[in-house]
Each structure stands twice: as structure tokens, then as C-alpha cells.
């Protein structure tokens, strides 16, 4: 990558941000494995997303029920199948973000 070419790295995470926060349905979501979610919220972390990261972390984790699952903390701490996104599922998703930033 070229050095010249963050600025518009920058702009089109942006961009992404704010279209995939809108993007609460939860089935796309669903249908990705951990590691897409993870390369596409790091990108958000990495660019100052931080909360659309964690919503997209949220509502991927309705998924992963199993404990071997890489969210399964984070869905452990929903407060219901229906949905909603307690403070618990939140502080998983935040701790899950610091991780991921850390690794890149």
C-alpha cells in the first residue's frame, strides 16, 4: 500500500461505517465466520470505529452459541435471544475490540 493512499483509506472506512452500522438485521451477519467479522471490524477499530465495530461483533455473536465459537463470549452475555444488547454484551464486544487492535 501506498503511503499517499491512507487518506482515502481513512474516507472509505468512513464510509463503511456508517453503512454497515445501519445494517441490523442480524442475518448477514449470521452468515459470516468469525474471521470475516473480525477482518472487517478490525479494519473499523483500526480507522476510530469503535462502536460500529462492536454493533457488528454483537449482532454476529446471536450465532455463535457454541463455546468454541470466537464470540461466544460475547454471546453468553446478551441478555436475550431476541436481540437485545445488554451492558455485559457490550464490555465483551469493547474487551474482544481492544484485543483485536492490539493484535494488528
Known amino acids: ?4 493512499n491512507i487518506p482515502a483509506l481513512v ?8 453503512r454497515l452500522a ?6 448477514l451477519w449470521n452468515l459470516m465466520t468469525c474471521a470475516e467479522v473480525d477482518s472487517i471490524a478490525a479494519v473499523l477499530v483500526l480507522t476510530g470505529h469503535d462502536k460500529t465495530a462492536a454493533f457488528l461483533l454483537c449482532e454476529h ?9 470466537s464470540h461466544a463470549d460475547i ?11 445488554s451492558d455485559e454484551s457490550r ?5 474482544y ?6 493484535a494488528y
Open 1 to 4: 500500500m501506498r503511503i499517499e
Open 11 to 18: 474516507k472509505a472506512a468512513d464510509d463503511m461505517s456508517e
Open 22 to 27: 445501519r445494517v441490523d438485521t442480524g442475518d
Open 61 to 69: 455473536a446471536v450465532s455463535d452459541t457454541e463455546a468454541l465459537d
Open 75 to 85: 454471546y453468553a452475555a446478551r441478555t436475550d435471544g431476541m436481540g437485545t444488547r
Open 91 to 95: 464490555q465483551a464486544a469493547a474487551n
Open 97 to 102: 475490540l481492544k484485543w483485536l487492535r492490539e
